[in-house]
């Protein structure tokens, strides 16, 4: 990770991180893992199914302590950081049961933790143990943020601009740059203009995000997002044209530079140092499946994007040394969510273009000491296997209750009834999809709602089925559960 901080500012996080190791070693042994993804990936419900399976001790096949019998119990207690907020994790979980709906999205960060108590694997170590695990759940576009940490307002404005070039985007950032031809960089500072300017800005991130390229995200991550920032002048600048390498003094093109650059140092670079840079382990969610039906460009802007997202992590093989006073994360795992909305014979495949996604991104991982896995999953299964007949056709698909208004085709869904659909197939060469192989608006992916769940006869809450949620688990925690 490029130097983002003065020295004191880095001084000041070793010491931190030794403190915080210091305690994990020889006190009580800690994991941090951190959960993200970008726009409607699922991070909620990854994290509240998460914590359900591990407190209610379901069966899991693919996580090894717990198919071994060595899984004790594992519960929720006070979390170590007061001043993030608590994962709500009740509350979310009484929306995916009760009321059969999905929890709102990740908007800003939150926290919790579980103590989980496990058997020894064996060796020279037996016994009980306990490990603490902290997970940290914050919004993929903050991680996307880091980005701009070395970035001049400058590079960022003339980037920002040549990115509505791309395709399907020249519509939506119309008004935004018809507003911007009327700026002059080098005027006299107007906040009028610069308040108008932002909120032009902000309509154009919000399009794109609401569009077909919502995978990914175009920085600031906050502008969608601000939470207590609402209003306030570091989220008051925009990208401007026709700027000269240095500003005017008292011009509109200096404040927005100065707001840029307080962006950068009182909203980004804390989230790094407090929060991203103890990060031990991490899992990105991907919504593959939105991008593959939106056509070549919006997986390019994906692979991109998935690109930006591992170059901000300091990543390696972490030493005694390293754990002490630069802790690094030394597993990374990319999820494609939503495999419940294939069937089966498309889950490996479904695996196979995520990988090639990230294949440069992971080999530059790997090659720094780090483990980088993928996985196709669904942390909810919201629908189960099928068939369904197309004149002699037999057709491989599945079936669930696809929310109000939902339709495929001419058909429309009153969120009552369950459908059997066939979403189509996902090629086996993966490099095909890249290319073309799968035209945009081909798969008909209507969104499902949560299975319904009941509590069983001792009236404990009932068991929410998951596809490979237990093999992502055992990436991430399993080997220290040993």
Known sequence: MPPLFDYAAQAGSAIKAFAEASSDLLIQPTLRLGVTGLARSGKTVFTTALIHHLVEGHALPAFEPAQAGRLRRARLVPQPDDDVPRFPFEENFSALTEARRWPG???????????????????????????????????????????????????????????????????????WLALMQELDPAAPLDEVLAERAANAFKAYLGALRAGAESVATTPPGRFLMPGDLAGSPMLTFAPLDRLEESQ?????????????????????????????????????????????????????????????VLLAFRIGRNSLLSRFFAPRADRIMFAATKADHLHQSSHDRLDALLRLLVSRAMRRTEAAGARVGTVALASVRATRETTVHDGGEVLRAVSGTPEAGEHVGDEIFDGLSEAAVFPGELPADPQAVLDGAVPPGSFRFPRFRPPPVRPDALGRPGHLPQIRLDRAMQFLIGDRLT
């Open 248 to 308: 005017v003094p008292g011009s509109l093109g200096a404040l927005m530079e100065r707001r840029f650059e307080a962006y950068k140092s009182k909203v980004v670079e804390p989230f790094f140092r407090e929060h991203f840079q103890r990060v031990d382990r991490q899992i990105v969610l991907v919504d593959v499946l939105s991008a593959v039906d939106s056509g070549p460009a919006a997986l390019a802007e994906l692979e991109e994007a998935l690109d930006a």
């Open 105 to 175: 999205s990740t908007d800003r960060i939150s926290q919790f933790r579980l103590a989980i108590e496990y058997e020894r694997a064996g060796g020279w170590r037996t016994g009980p143990a306990t490990l603490m695990l902290d997970v940290v759940d914050y919004p993929g576009e903050w991680l996307l943020d880091l980005a701009l940490v070395d970035q001049s307002y400058v590079a960022w404005s003339r980037a920002t601009i040549a990115g509505t070039r791309r395709a399907g985007r020249a519509e939506i950032a119309a008004p």
